[in-house]
């Protein structure tokens, strides 16, 4: 009874901890105008975290300020909320970040603490929100941004970790071919963005001093 108060409690706070985090890590598509006030629109105005468009399929998805998936397309017809529904989606608290694989209609995404593991973890659910799972449980880190390079079907996520009150944070990687986990680089400066380089296949980041730094994802 007490681990379940507590649990009641803390997660809430870490959940408004990321939310504040999010509304200063504003991540979007180059999107054309008419697409984000269209998105302001059906989102009643609420804040939008990220936004990214397929631009094959003419299909817009965005991430909002408390952590809930949306999809439409790009004149705002069928829309539709992708996390909901109550026992599909009871394991996941929090989802900060999300990139999408769409040759396969799927969506990758992080989850503050998956309920069944009490871990941290990346999810994937299809288009649709009709399937949830897990892809990584990631054990004592914690997710915050997400990137897709399908060539080499590999995922590769920045993830933060405290240790005796200090953070650390990490560039990582999933090879979704093998399960195999590693980390490519780590630093006691917050990394602030993540972005695939697809023409050179290459994994950019940059921390909160502005420093920028490449790696391959030919791994």
Same mark, same amino acid.
């Given at each position: 009874m007490k681990t379940f108060l507590l649990s009641s409690i803390i997660i809430p706070l870490i959940i408004l901890s990321l939310v504040i985090q999010a509304h200063n890590n504003l991540q979007n598509d180059a999107l054309p105008e008419s697409i984000t006030k269209m998105i302001d629109t059906l989102s009643h105005n609420n804040k939008t975290v990220k936004?990214?468009?397929?631009?094959? /399929? =003419?299909?817009?998805?965005? @991430?909002?300020?408390? =952590? +809930?998936?949306?999809?439409? $397309?790009? +004149?705002?017809?069928?829309?539709?909320?992708? $996390?909901? =529904?109550?026992?599909?989606? /009871? !394991?996941?608290?929090?989802?900060? !970040?999300?990139? @999408? $694989?769409?040759? /396969?209609d799927s969506i990758y995404f992080t989850d503050l603490m998956d309920l069944q593991s009490g871990h941290s973890a990346i999810k994937i659910t299809d288009a649709e929100g009709t399937v949830v799972k897990v892809v990584a449980s990631l054990e004592n880190e914690i997710p915050y941004h997400i990137s897709f390079s399908p060539e080499q079907q590999m995922l590769f996520y920045l993830s933060k970790v405290r240790r005796n009150g200090i953070y650390t944070y990490r560039l990582r990687f999933v090879n979704l071919n093998n399960s195999e986990k590693g980390t490519l680089y780590s630093s006691s400066t917050r990394i602030t963005q993540l972005d695939f380089d697809k023409a050179n296949r290459a994994i950019n980041i940059q921390n909160q001093s502005n420093e920028q730094f490449a790696f391959s994802a030919n791994l």
């Open positions: 936004m990214v468009y397929d631009d094959q /399929k =003419g299909q817009v998805f965005w @991430l909002s300020f408390l =952590g +809930n998936l949306h999809t439409a $397309n790009q +004149n705002g017809s069928t829309y539709r909320r992708i $996390n909901q =529904g109550q026992q599909l989606w /009871k !394991d996941v608290t929090f989802i900060e !970040d999300f990139c @999408l $694989n769409a040759s /396969k």
